[in-house]
Each structure stands twice: as structure tokens, then as C-alpha cells.
């Protein structure tokens, strides 16, 4: 048999997605299947590949969800324990990716590569066809996407002996892929917030109830300041669960002269929890004399995590900056205006307007609400030109707002990486979604040029409308709403040596 390629691997993985008919008819019959076989089919697809659960307890787990913050925190999180265990290896799980899925599966802070993917990919692959008895005759052969991926990421870490795992959840906890492992060493819960309705719930107490399932019997479980509601439950998800302790941990007063490697203030949230799950982890407490070690500073001032409240000069196009978030919640959202929106990032310091440019490119998928997130970044800069005393007209602030799908190249095709079947191929085509974004706009800014809202069926389209506007001017280039849009604007745009 001839070798088995990385691309030959992407197209196998793709195949294991769900297309946009199964996804309805899941949304349709409720979550109860999902709930009640969940885990029962991902213990039996490990147990297909040849480990028990007990064996993921060598990963020594670090386990993290939340609503917002879960892959920032995982990244600070995960350099700390690089910069502390200098001689350690070191595993990052997290999804999803920006360009390449391999992305997803880290050792000590890099992407695994297209040959090391390729060889375990195929090696579970094959274990799954040849273990093919399955306890239940409603139990696929073959994992979904996310499922697989996860079975991999434990593969590829037991197989390189790790010394530690950052575990990032998928959507929720209870039920999560990644849910398995009985004994992590500490679990951690950042801020919630109501996404992903359909399967978590749509009040907090639901949500916050699906992620405190990710505790665990005489593990500490910890999380953030959150809403009274959400913490009540957590707290007793913490007690129904028997975790050793629980702890909501406050802002880390030795941040105050740290300018960390990822921006907004929302990450001041981030990297306090990821503190106190490496100390945690490592058996340290916060010191009482001295504040913060400079292993823990420096660490967290070399966090990267690209996509998220990002800053990439174009390499290529004069005058142009990216400013890259993939917030996808309404308050995700709030934390990327409030980043962008003022100086000395999307405002600039003492530059008048004349000089500057800018576009917003966005698209938001998955039934999520556009004209909410929409009337969300109308407020947020409304907020921030009254905080920075700004006379400006708000409607005014985007010269030209483009709304594109997520298809990366103008003939239709994705970067094999990034390729989804989760939307319908007529609405695609109709581009259903960014025309009722464009109408949306048109409602929230009566005033603002028709002329000026761009409706495009792909990310390049996005892309060369964006180089028709290069001139003397600094073309500032926000794009929001999608992880799955940020990379493939990376891709579409030549961004990715700068950006990754």
C-alpha cells in the first residue's frame, strides 16, 4: 500500500462531518440522544482503539470549558507550563482551528506536523474498521469529526508520554467528547455566557449545569466570577460531583504591570484562572511576599493565540493592519469592540479620520443571531465614543461593512482544512444568511450607503473588495463573528506566516 498523505487524512476526516440535513434533524429530535449515548459511545470508540479510561489519567489532565475565554485560557495555561517545566512535554488540545486541523493537537505549543498527523490519524483509522463490534447497533462505525479528532489527540499524547495535557472542551462538559478521563489533576470553568442553545439550553442555570459536569471525585474544581445564577448551580455540580474543593478565583492583582501576550482587558479574567490551574497543577500557591514569579510573567507575556483580538500587519499590502477576532457570543463580541474600538487600535491616537479607513467583515453561522450581534457591535462602539469623549458619528465608524460566507476561494472551493458540509448548499448560493446580515445593517444604520454594504459568496471575494479601497490611507480591516471566517481570511489573504 502506498503511504497515506496528510491530505489524504483531511479528506477521511471530512468525511466524518455531519451534513446540514443530519444537523437540522438533530436540532429537531432534541439533545436526549446526544445526552443519553454521549459518552457511552466515546468510551466504547476508545475501547475500539485499544485503551482504557484509566490510561488517560497518565495525560495528567488540565481540564477547561466555559462560554468565552476557554482557548485563551487554555493558551496561557498551557505556556505557563512550558516556561515552568522547561524540560516537560507539554500537550495542547483545542479546537477549533484556524487554517489547518492539525492545529488542534500541540506538543509543546506547536502543531503537530502533516506526517506525525498522518501516521496516527490512519493508525486509529484502522484500528476502528478492524474493531468493528459494536454494544449497540445504533453506534456508528466511524466516530463524528469532533469525536475522532479527540480519540486522536489522546492517541498522539499517550503516544509521545506526555508529561501534562491541556484539555480543552468542545461544546458543553457533561456530555463533551473529551469527557472522559476519571481523574484529571484540577478542572477549570471561565466565563459563561448563552451559546449553542440547542444542545446546552437556553437559560444560564442550563448551561452552567452542562459545563460543571466536567468536575470530578477529589479533583478541584474552580472557575471565575459569574452571574449569581450560573454560579449557584455551578456549586452544586461541584458538590453533586464531589470535587475536592471549589474555588472562584479573583483578578490576579500581579497582572497590573504584565502586559500579557494576548489583548483586551477580558484576558485579565483569562490568565488569572489559568494561574491558579497551573499552580494548581504544579502544587504552588499564590506567593503571599513578592506577588507574581517572573516565570508566570513571562510566560504569560508570550501566550500567542492567534485569531483572538489579533493585530497582523499585511506583509503584502501596503497600509493595510488585520485585526483579527473570532468572537462569536454577544459578549465575545462586546469584548472585541471594546478592544477595536478604541485607541490605539481601531481609533488611533490623534489620527484623524480622513487618514484612516475602515472595513468590517463578518459573518456568523450555526443559527446564531446576527441582527443581535449586529445591534451589539452598534452599541459597543456607541460605548466606547462616549468613554473616549468622541464627538464622531457611530453610525459613521465603518467606511464599508462586507458580509461573506465562509467559503474560502471565489470558484467555490475550500482550503481542504477547512472545509464544512454544515450548510445547506442552497442557501450557500442564495447567500441567505449575509443578505439578511446586509438588511440588518441597513435597519441599524438607516444613513449608512447602500453602496457601502458588500454581499460576497466568499472569503477571497472579501478579500479583493478589501484591495480596491488600498490607497495612501491605512486601511484598518476588522473581521468578526467566525472562528471558521478568521481562518479562512488568514488563508484567502496570505496572512499565515504573519498570523500563525
Known amino acids: 500500500?502506498?503511504?497515506?498523505?496528510?491530505?489524504?487524512?483531511?479528506?477521511?476526516?471530512?468525511?466524518?462531518?455531519?451534513?446540514?440535513?443530519?444537523?437540522?434533524?438533530?436540532?429537531?429530535?432534541?439533545?436526549?440522544?446526544?445526552?443519553?449515548?454521549?459518552?457511552?459511545?466515546?468510551?466504547?470508540?476508545?475501547?475500539?482503539?485499544?485503551?482504557?479510561?484509566?490510561?488517560?489519567?497518565?495525560?495528567?489532565?488540565?481540564?477547561?470549558?466555559?462560554?468565552?475565554?476557554?482557548?485563551?485560557?487554555?493558551?496561557?495555561?498551557?505556556?505557563?507550563?512550558?516556561?515552568?517545566?522547561?524540560?516537560?512535554?507539554?500537550g495542547l488540545y483545542t479546537s477549533p482551528h484556524l487554517v489547518a486541523v492539525r492545529e488542534r493537537i500541540r506538543i509543546n505549543g506547536t502543531p503537530i506536523s502533516e506526517e506525525q498527523f498522518a501516521t496516527y490519524f490512519f493508525e486509529i483509522w484502522d484500528r476502528l474498521l478492524a474493531n468493528d463490534v459494536r454494544q449497540s447497533p445504533n453506534t456508528s462505525l466511524l466516530p463524528g469529526y469532533f469525536r475522532f479528532v479527540t480519540l486522536l489527540a489522546f492517541h498522539v499524547f499517550l503516544s509521545l508520554k506526555v508529561d501534562a495535557t491541556v484539555l480543552e472542551v468542545g461544546v458543553g462538559?457533561?456530555?463533551?467528547?473529551?469527557?472522559?478521563?476519571?481523574?484529571?489533576?484540577?478542572?477549570?470553568?471561565?466565563?459563561?455566557?448563552?451559546?449553542?442553545?440547542?444542545?446546552?439550553?437556553?437559560?444560564?442555570?442550563?448551561?452552567?449545569?452542562?459545563?460543571?459536569?466536567?468536575?470530578?471525585?477529589g479533583v478541584p474544581a474552580m472557575t471565575v466570577n459569574q452571574p449569581p445564577e450560573g454560579l449557584r448551580v455551578l456549586e452544586e455540580r461541584a458538590k453533586e460531583l464531589k470535587a475536592s474543593s471549589f474555588t472562584v478565583i479573583p483578578l490576579e492583582t500581579g497582572l497590573d504591570n504584565v502586559e500579557l501576550g494576548l489583548a483586551g482587558a477580558h484576558q485579565i479574567q483569562n490568565?488569572?484562572?489559568?494561574?491558579?490551574?497551573?499552580?494548581?497543577?504544579?502544587?504552588?500557591?499564590?506567593?503571599?511576599?513578592?506577588?507574581?514569579?517572573?516565570?508566570?510573567?513571562?510566560?504569560?507575556?508570550?501566550?500567542?493565540?492567534?485569531?483572538?483580538?489579533?493585530?497582523?500587519?499585511?506583509?503584502?499590502?501596503?497600509?493595510?493592519?488585520?485585526?483579527?477576532?473570532?468572537?462569536?457570543?454577544?459578549?465575545?463580541?462586546?469584548?472585541?469592540?471594546?478592544?477595536?474600538?478604541?485607541?490605539?487600535?481601531?481609533?488611533?491616537?490623534?489620527?484623524?479620520?480622513?487618514?484612516?479607513?475602515?472595513?468590517?467583515?463578518?459573518?456568523?453561522?450555526?443559527?446564531?443571531?446576527?441582527?443581535?450581534?449586529?445591534?451589539?457591535?452598534?452599541?459597543?462602539?456607541?460605548?466606547?465614543?462616549?468613554?473616549?469623549?468622541?464627538?464622531?458619528d457611530a453610525d459613521a465608524f465603518f467606511d464599508h461593512v462586507i458580509f461573506c460566507t465562509n467559503v474560502t476561494y471565489a470558484d467555490g472551493q475550500f482550503k481542504g482544512d477547512l472545509t464544512t458540509v454544515a450548510i445547506a448548499e442552497d442557501e450557500l448560493a442564495q447567500l441567505k444568511t449575509q443578505r439578511e446580515l446586509a438588511s440588518d445593517w441597513s435597519s441599524l444604520h438607516p444613513n449608512f450607503p447602500t453602496s457601502r454594504i458588500h454581499v460576497l459568496p466568499s472569503i477571497e471575494h472579501a478579500v479583493k473588495e478589501i484591495e480596491k479601497h488600498q490607497s495612501s490611507k491605512f486601511v484598518k480591516v476588522l473581521v468578526a463573528g467566525s472562528l471558521h471566517l478568521v481562518g479562512g481570511m488568514i488563508e484567502a489573504s496570505g496572512l499565515s506566516e504573519a498570523a500563525l
Open 173 to 217: 462538559g457533561t456530555y463533551d467528547s473529551t469527557n472522559i478521563v476519571p481523574n484529571p489533576i484540577v478542572t477549570g470553568i471561565t466565563a459563561l455566557g448563552i451559546d449553542h442553545v440547542a444542545v446546552l439550553g437556553r437559560t444560564l442555570e442550563d448551561i452552567a449545569w452542562q459545563k460543571g459536569g466536567i468536575f470530578k471525585e
Open 1 to 90: 500500500m502506498s503511504k497515506r498523505s496528510y491530505k489524504d487524512a483531511v479528506e477521511h476526516l471530512n468525511s466524518l462531518q455531519s451534513n446540514a440535513a443530519a444537523l437540522e434533524a438533530a436540532r429537531a429530535s432534541g439533545s436526549s440522544r446526544l445526552s443519553e449515548f454521549a459518552i457511552p459511545e466515546m468510551l466504547e470508540y476508545l475501547g475500539r482503539i485499544g485503551y482504557t479510561p484509566k490510561e488517560l489519567n497518565a495525560l495528567n489532565v488540565i481540564h477547561i470549558t466555559g462560554t468565552k475565554g476557554k482557548g485563551s485560557t487554555s493558551a496561557f495555561t498551557d505556556s505557563i507550563l512550558r516556561h515552568a517545566l522547561p524540560n516537560a512535554t507539554i
Open 271 to 392: 490568565a488569572s484562572l489559568a494561574i491558579a490551574l497551573a499552580q494548581s497543577f504544579l502544587g504552588s500557591a499564590i506567593p503571599t511576599e513578592g506577588g507574581l514569579s517572573e516565570t508566570f510573567k513571562t510566560a504569560l507575556r508570550k501566550t500567542k493565540w492567534p485569531g483572538r483580538c489579533q493585530t497582523v500587519q499585511d506583509p503584502n499590502r501596503q497600509n493595510v493592519t488585520w485585526y483579527l477576532d473570532g468572537a462569536h457570543t454577544v459578549d465575545s463580541l462586546k469584548c472585541c469592540i471594546q478592544w477595536f474600538a478604541s485607541p490605539p487600535v481601531g481609533l488611533g491616537q490623534g489620527e484623524p479620520k480622513s487618514k484612516s479607513l475602515r472595513i468590517l467583515v463578518f459573518n456568523c453561522t450555526n443559527g446564531r443571531s446576527g441582527s443581535s450581534f449586529l445591534e451589539t457591535i452598534q452599541s459597543g462602539i456607541t460605548t466606547q465614543f462616549k468613554l473616549h469623549k468622541l464627538n464622531d
